[in-house]
C-alpha cells in the first residue's frame, strides 16, 4: 500500500444526489491533490491543497467542492454531476515542504465514479 | 505551458524481450520526470525520477529510464520483459523553477507482454 487510502472504492450517483469521496494519508506529507482520469486522457489535475490552504484550482466545476480540514484528509464534496464527470477520481499526496518540486507523489487507489 | 507526449497507446512486447515505453516532453527550464505505472483497479505507483546527474536512472521492478536533453525524451526501458509488467504507464513532468509547479502527466501507454 501506498499510505493514503481512499473512501469509497466504488460510487454510484444520481444527478440530483449529494455525495463526498473521502482521502487519508499517513506519511506526513504536506501537500494534497485531487485528480480526474478519464480514459484514454492525460490524468486532469483538479485541486491542490498545502498546508490545508488550497493553491490551484485548475478551472473545476463548482459541483466539485474541496475540503482540507487538516494536512491528512482531504475531501471532494459531489453535488447535480453530470454523466461526462464519471471518471476514476484519484487523491494523492506529496512531501513540498521549502518548495521542492523534486519529490514523487503518492497516490490512493482511487474512487471509480458512475454518474446516472 | 509544459505538457508530455506519450505517442503509444498501445505497446505489446513477447515476454523475455526488450521494453520500450516513449516519452517526449515541453517544459520551461530544466525539467523533474517521472514514471509512474497503474495496475487495473489501482492508483498510480512511482517507478523512477530523473532530477539531476546521471542521464540513466534505474528504478524499481528492473526498470530504467534515459534523460536526452537534445531530443526532449525520457523514455522508460527494460531489458527483458515479464507478464506482470502488463499495465498503464504514465510519464510525468514537472518544471524545477518558475511559476508553473504542478506535475503534468502524458495520456498513458497501455503496455501489454505476451507469455
Known amino acids: 500500500e501506498t499510505g493514503v487510502t481512499q473512501t469509497p472504492r466504488h460510487l454510484v450517483m444520481g444527478m440530483t444526489n449529494k455525495k463526498s469521496l473521502k482521502c487519508e494519508q499517513h506519511l506526513g506529507h504536506n501537500a494534497m491533490y485531487w485528480y480526474k482520469q478519464s480514459a484514454k486522457k492525460p490524468l486532469e489535475l483538479m485541486f491542490v491543497y498545502n498546508f490545508k490552504e488550497q493553491t490551484e484550482n485548475n478551472s473545476v466545476p463548482s459541483r466539485f467542492s474541496p475540503e482540507c480540514p487538516n494536512s491528512s484528509h482531504l475531501f471532494l464534496h459531489l453535488h447535480t454531476l453530470q454523466p461526462e464527470d464519471s471518471a476514476l477520481y484519484l487523491c494523492?499526496?506529496?512531501?513540498?515542504?521549502?518548495?521542492?518540486?523534486?519529490?514523487?507523489?503518492?497516490f490512493g487507489q482511487g474512487t471509480r465514479l458512475t454518474v446516472v | 505551458a509544459q505538457s508530455v507526449a506519450q505517442p503509444e497507446d498501445q505497446v505489446n512486447v513477447a515476454e523475455g524481450n526488450p521494453l520500450t515505453v516513449k516519452c517526449t516532453y515541453s517544459?520551461?527550464?530544466?525539467?523533474?520526470l517521472f514514471w509512474y505505472v497503474q495496475y487495473p483497479n489501482r492508483g498510480l505507483q512511482f517507478l523512477l525520477k530523473y532530477i539531476t546527474g546521471d542521464n540513466l536512472v534505474k528504478g524499481s521492478y528492473g526498470f530504467e529510464a534515459e534523460f536526452n536533453k537534445s531530443q526532449t525524451s525520457f523514455h522508460l526501458k527494460k531489458p527483458s520483459a515479464l507478464v506482470s509488467d502488463s499495465a498503464l504507464y504514465f510519464c510525468?513532468?514537472?518544471?524545477?523553477?518558475?511559476?508553473?509547479?504542478?506535475?503534468?502527466f502524458g495520456s498513458g501507454t497501455q503496455l501489454t507482454v505476451l507469455p
Open positions: 510525468a513532468v514537472r518544471p524545477s523553477s518558475g511559476s508553473a509547479r504542478q506535475l503534468t
Open positions: 517544459v520551461s527550464g530544466n525539467p523533474y
Open positions: 494523492a499526496s506529496s512531501q513540498d515542504r521549502g518548495g521542492r518540486r523534486d519529490t514523487e507523489a503518492f
